[in-house]
C-alpha cells in the first residue's frame, strides 16, 4: 500500500533553516510527481512547491521562492523539503502530498510534520 | 493565482440532513483535451492529513460513500453530504489543480446540529 512516512517534529530558532523528509513506498517513485502543502495552526492549506522525482525539475510558489528547496534522493524514494531564513510565521504543519500522473490530483497525503519557530 | 472561495464557511447539519458546500474559483479551472473541471474536494479531521473525497469535480475517489457528490464546471463547484452522519464532522477545502501554483479554498467546517 502507498505509504508517504515523514520526518519528526521540528523546533526552531528564527533565521535558522530546517530540512523535512518524505519517504515512499508502496509504488514507483519516480512515477509520481511530490507536493508539499503547509497549514498554519488553526488555518487553510498553503501549496509550496511540487518536484519531479524522476528529473529533479522543481515548480515554487512565489511566495516561497529564494527560501524553499525541494530534492529527492532517488536510491532511497525519498523527497525533502528544506526551508530557510525562518520566521515565526512559518510555523505549521508541513505535509508532502502525492499527485497522480493520469489525472494530475493529489491522492495521498504524508502524516504531517509540525514545524515550529520559537526564540 | 486562481482564488478558490468557498461558501459558507461554517454550517450545522442534523444528522441525516443535507450539507451543502459551494466554491467559485476566479477563473475557468476546465481542461479543454478532456472538457472537465480541474476540481478536487478533499475531508480533514482534527489531527490528520487531508483526505481526497472528489475530484473532476464529481468523480468520486474509490472508498469514497456515495452520500458525497460533486457537481457544478466553470467557476462554480458544489459538494453535497446527501445525508450526514457522526464521521463526516470535519472541514472540507475545494482545491484547483488546473495550475501552479495549486490553490485551496479557505475551508468549511461541518458540524453536527
Known amino acids: 500500500q502507498v505509504q508517504l512516512v515523514q520526518s519528526g517534529a521540528e523546533v526552531m530558532k528564527p533565521g535558522a533553516s530546517v530540512k523535512v523528509s518524505c519517504k515512499a513506498s508502496?509504488?514507483?517513485?519516480?512515477?509520481?510527481?511530490m507536493h508539499w502543502v503547509r497549514q498554519a495552526p488553526g488555518q487553510g492549506l498553503e501549496w509550496m512547491g511540487i518536484?519531479?522525482?524522476?528529473?529533479?525539475?522543481?515548480t515554487y510558489a512565489q511566495k516561497f521562492q529564494g527560501r524553499v528547496t525541494l530534492t529527492r534522493d532517488t536510491s532511497t524514494s525519498t523527497v525533502y523539503m528544506e526551508l530557510s531564513s525562518l520566521r515565526s510565521e512559518d510555523t505549521a504543519v508541513y505535509y508532502c502530498?502525492?499527485?497522480?500522473?493520469?489525472?494530475?490530483?493529489?491522492?495521498?497525503w504524508g502524516q504531517g510534520t509540525l514545524v515550529t519557530v520559537s526564540s | 493565482d486562481i482564488v478558490m472561495t468557498q461558501s459558507p464557511d461554517s454550517l450545522a447539519v442534523s444528522l441525516g440532513e443535507r450539507a451543502t458546500i459551494n466554491c467559485k474559483s476566479s477563473?475557468?479551472?476546465?481542461?479543454?483535451?478532456?472538457?472537465?473541471?480541474?476540481l478536487a474536494w478533499f475531508q480533514q479531521k482534527p489531527g490528520q492529513p487531508p483526505k481526497l473525497l472528489i475530484y473532476w469535480a464529481s468523480t468520486r475517489e474509490s472508498g469514497v460513500p456515495d452520500r458525497f457528490s460533486g457537481s457544478g464546471s466553470g467557476t462554480d463547484f458544489t459538494l453535497t453530504i446527501s445525508s450526514l452522519q457522526a464521521e463526516d464532522v470535519a472541514v472540507y477545502y475545494c482545491?484547483?489543480?488546473?495550475?501552479?501554483?495549486?490553490?485551496f479554498g479557505q475551508g468549511t467546517k461541518v458540524e453536527i446540529k
Open positions: 508502496g509504488y514507483t517513485f519516480t512515477r509520481y510527481y
Open positions: 482545491h484547483q489543480y488546473y495550475t501552479t501554483p495549486r490553490t
Open positions: 477563473q475557468s479551472i476546465l481542461y479543454s483535451s478532456n472538457n472537465k473541471n480541474q
Open positions: 518536484i519531479n522525482p524522476s528529473s529533479g525539475v522543481t
Open positions: 502530498a502525492r499527485d497522480t500522473p493520469i489525472d494530475r490530483v493529489i491522492d495521498y
